[in-house]
């Protein structure tokens, strides 16, 4: 296949040939520009997203490629931007006009005004990404590549297309954009270009805490978080965006006795469950689950270095990590807080499965017991092969007495067997501490497997526990 048709089947989706009609009609050249060229050359799968770029208007280009297509798709406008974006089968088309920037130091946002194709490939934050393909007629599918941004993705290299001191301080969020691509394409980051981001890290600040968390989504979303994490921490951005990790790095030797280092194995815990789960917040507990242990660390000579309570201290530092990076405190962070809380429990419970403890575990965990599971098994970084052998082993076993509890027991996502309401029936009594005693008492009763979970067995054990509180039934059966 010669290198021009390889790009002309770039082209193949109907819509192409719709905007390049729609732009002879108006009179402006259009092209296809960076994610989605760069993308079908890695042969990444299609893109659903599609940035079109016009010599011109991008709004007018839109709003015409609307009238041409089926069922004229609504046009969403974003003035301020100079930019439009509409929806044709399950495609994301955004347009934008060409355009230069100008930036002032304490804002990340361009003074624009209108370019050529030439201007708005020299914004461009990395030569892979300023490649266009031309959607004129006479040389639709053509390749424009100023900065030999094919030959880059071939070398696997990122890199900006004019100077990259320019290019970091005008927009810092590029610094992280550039970071996340080397870690979404395990590539590397040319030494020019990483050495400014060094330079420009302090540039970082003026960038919104939302965009930041963007990036670090994106990061944790990869196939090798660990990549990305790396490199924040080698480009010194981690330290100001996440201390918390930071902290955990290095290690401490006093008496001949050392510790593992925290920051490097929190990095391998990451890696290990991005090979079995894609659920971002499992990601972020286990990027999170050693956080605690930075603040809690201790040398006795008795004990040696230990880290006691870290889980809790580091479930509470979520809290503060998550409201300091506006991220949403709700059902997600929640989410990770307990899964940071509850860490280590599977691996204390490990070496001596009981019952008992296995139906706390299931009541604790609940719905998340699974995750959980996942997480604490990611956390086996041992290169010994005997003691990982060991370690999946004793997990193995928990899982299988979880089964087996679970089958029986019916504890997870517990609801008491006998409600508050048939409490203050059958004693005849109003709301009250003494309710709230015999529903812990029924809860703990069969926690501890000393009754089973059901109605019968409950409501029995409510009458006995009533009777010692000097309660008397008032109701028939």
Not at 7 to 22: G, T
Not at 79 to 105: C, D, H, P, W
Not at 190 to 198: L, Q, R
Not at 355 to 377: H, K, N, P, Q, W
Request: include cysteine; charge should be neutral; charged fraction near 30%.
């Amino acid at each position: 296949m010669s290198k021009s048709q390889f790009f002309i089947n770039a082209l193949e989706n109907p819509v192409f040939k719709i905007i390049s009609k729609a732009a002879f009609a108006i009179h402006t050249d259009s092209y296809v520009i960076g994610g989605f060229v760069r993308d079908y050359i890695l042969d990444r799968g299609t893109a659903k997203d599609i940035d079109i770029v016009a010599v011109g208007s991008g709004i007018k280009l839109a709003e015409k490629v609307s009238e041409l297509l089926p069922g004229k798709p609504n046009v969403s406008v974003f003035k301020n931007y100079g930019t439009a974006m509409l929806k044709s089968n399950q495609i994301e088309l955004e347009f934008v006009g060409a355009r230069k920037e100008s930036y002032k130091e304490y804002s990340r946002n361009p003074a624009v005004e209108e370019g050529s194709l030439e201007d708005d490939q020299n914004r461009r934050d990395f030569t892979i990404n300023a490649m266009a393909l031309s959607l004129q007629e006479e040389t639709f599918g053509e390749l424009l590549d100023p900065f030999n941004g094919i030959q880059d993705l071939k070398d696997k290299i990122i890199r900006t297309p004019l100077d990259p001191d320019i290019t970091y301080s005008d927009d810092p969020l590029r610094m992280l954009r550039a970071i996340r691509f080397a870690t979404q394409l395990e590539f590397t980051i040319e030494k020019e270009s990483f050495n400014s981001i060094i330079k420009n890290v302090d540039r970082i600040k003026i960038i919104s805490k939302e965009r930041i968390v963007d990036e670090l989504h994106k990061i944790i979303a990869s196939q090798k978080p660990s990549i990305g994490f790396a490199l924040l921490h080698k480009a010194e951005l981690l330290q100001h965006i996440l201390p918390e990790l930071v902290a955990l790095q290095g290690i401490e030797e006093i008496d001949g006795q050392g510790h593992k280092d925290n920051f490097w194995h929190t990095l391998e815990v990451v890696d290990n469950i991005a090979n079995t789960t894609d659920n971002l917040w499992l990601r972020w507990a286990a990027l999170l689950h050693d956080i605690g242990k930075a603040p809690t660390k201790k040398f006795t000579k008795k004990a040696g270095w230990t880290f006691h309570g870290h889980e809790f201290v580091g479930s509470k530092m979520v809290y503060k990590l998550f409201k300091r990076l506006k991220m949403p405190l709700n059902d997600k962070m929640k989410f990770v807080q307990k899964m940071v809380f509850m860490s280590s429990r599977p691996i204390v419970i490990a070496t001596d499965v009981t019952d008992s403890a296995v139906r706390r575990l299931v009541f604790d965990a609940g719905e998340y017991i699974e995750d959980l599971m996942t997480l604490c098994e990611a956390d086996i970084t041992t290169k010994n092969p005997f003691k990982f052998k060991k370690y999946l082993n004793n997990f193995k076993k928990v899982r299988a007495k979880i089964t087996e509890v679970e089958e029986r027991d019916h504890v997870r996502n517990f609801q008491p067997p006998v409600s508050g309401e048939e409490i203050m029936k059958t004693f005849g009594i109003k709301p009250s501490r003494e309710i709230g005693i015999i529903k812990d008492a029924i809860k703990e009763g069969i926690l501890e497997g000393i009754i089973p979970n059901d109605y019968e067995s409950a409501k029995s054990f409510m009458l006995q526990k009533g009777k010692k509180l000097g309660l008397k039934k008032v109701t028939n059966d």
